[in-house]
C-alpha cells in the first residue's frame, strides 16, 4: 500500500484509504485543497457561510459497517477497525454510557479504527461472500484494481483528488469504474434504488 500524504496528478493503485482520506482540505485556508467530490456536495447542500464552519461529519453506524465491507474486501490485514465489545467500561446493556468508556471510544477513533459490533463483522463478511458468488459482482471483481487514487490540478491550481473502488479489467466492464454501496434500499424495486440515488448523490459521485 502507498500511504501518500500529498496525492500527485495521475492515476495511483493501491492506495491506502486513510492516507488518502488524512489528505483533507482545511476550510480555512481552501486554496490548498484537495477539493474532492464530497466536499462539492457539501459546499453545494449548506452554501458557503454553513459549509465553512460547519463540524466534520459525524460516523454513522451505516456508515461504519459500510467502511467495514469496504475494508474486508479491498484492504483484507488491514486492521483499521476494533469490535466495540472490546470495550472493557462498557454498561450492562452493552452501551458506552460512563465517561470511561467514552474515552475509550475517542482513543480508538484517533488511532483511525472504525468501532463496529462482532455481529455486524459477521454481517459484512456475509455480505462480501454474496458479492464474491453473484455472477454480476463477481466478473467485474476478479482481476480488478481495488482503491485507484485520482489526482488532478486543474489551471487554476487547486488540487483535486479522487478515490475508485474498482477498476474493471474484465473485457466486458474495463470502460467503467465501479464503486461499492451498501444500502437499506430493496434491491428489487427501481424506485426505490432510485430514490436512494438521488438522496446520496450517487449519480453525481466520483470518489
Known sequence: MKHAAFLEDGVHKGICPYAYHTW?????????????NSQLKDF???????????????????MAWGSLVDSLLFTPGNEDFVFKEKNPHLSANGRALSRAAKLW???????AKTIVSEADFDAAEIAIERLKQTPASAKI??????????????????????????????????DCIADLKTTAANLYSDNDLARQCAKWGYHVQAA
Not at 105 to 111: A, G, P, R, S, T
Open 24 to 36: 483533507e482540505l482545511i476550510k480555512e485556508r481552501p486554496e490548498t485543497g484537495p477539493i474532492s
Open 105 to 111: 471510544e475517542n482513543d480508538q477513533i484517533l488511532e
Open 141 to 174: 471483481l476478479e482481476g480488478a484494481d481495488y482503491q485507484v487514487g485520482l489526482g488532478f490540478t486543474p489551471n487554476h491550481g487547486i488540487p483535486t483528488k479522487g478515490l475508485v473502488d474498482v477498476l474493471p479489467h474484465e473485457l466486458d466492464s474495463d
Open 44 to 62: 453545494v447542500n449548506k452554501g458557503p457561510l454553513a459549509w465553512r464552519y460547519s463540524e466534520p461529519k459525524k460516523t454513522s453506524s451505516a
